[in-house]
C-alpha cells in the first residue's frame, strides 16, 4: 500500500503564491507517475498536473499551465504544486494522486492511490 498525504494549502489573496506538498509513505514504487487533482464545491473533480517517475516529463491542465509547476523529490518520497499568480477559480480542495501505469495521464480512474486532501482558497 502506499499512503500520501498533502500539505501547504490555506487562504491566499488573488495574485499569491502557495507550494503544495505531496508526502509518500508505505510500500514505494520509484517508477509511478504522480499527479494532482482539484475539486471545487459543487464541481467534479479536474486533472491539474502529472509528473512522471523520472520527473523528465510532466503535463498540465491549459487552466493552469504557465502558473503552476509540478516537480517531485524521488530522495525524499515528495512531489510539489508551486502555485503561482493564483486566483479565485482556483479555490479547491486540491489532492495528490499515484498511478502504476507507464504512460503519464490526466484521468482519474489511472491513479491507483489518493490522498486526502488539502484545502487551497483564493480570495479576490
Known amino acids: 500500500q502506499v499512503q500520501l498525504v498533502e500539505s501547504g494549502g490555506g487562504l491566499v489573496q488573488a495574485g499569491g503564491s502557495l507550494r503544495l506538498s505531496c508526502a509518500r509513505s508505505?510500500?514505494?514504487?520509484?517508477?509511478?507517475?504522480l499527479g494532482w487533482f482539484r475539486q471545487a464545491p459543487g464541481k467534479e473533480r479536474e486533472f491539474v498536473a502529472a509528473?512522471?517517475?523520472?520527473?523528465?516529463?510532466?503535463l498540465y491542465a491549459d487552466s493552469v499551465k504557465g502558473r503552476f509547476t509540478i516537480s517531485r523529490d524521488s530522495a525524499k518520497n515528495l512531489v510539489y504544486l508551486q502555485m503561482n499568480s493564483l486566483k479565485p477559480e482556483d479555490t479547491a480542495l486540491y489532492y495528490c494522486?499515484?498511478?502504476?501505469?507507464?504512460?503519464?495521464?490526466?484521468?482519474?480512474?489511472?491513479?491507483?492511490?489518493w490522498g486526502q486532501g488539502t484545502q487551497v482558497t483564493v480570495s479576490s
Open positions: 509528473i512522471s517517475w523520472s520527473g523528465g516529463s510532466t
Open positions: 494522486a499515484a498511478s502504476i501505469i507507464g504512460r503519464l495521464t490526466r484521468w482519474g480512474h489511472d491513479y491507483n492511490y
Open positions: 508505505g510500500r514505494t514504487f520509484n517508477t509511478y507517475n
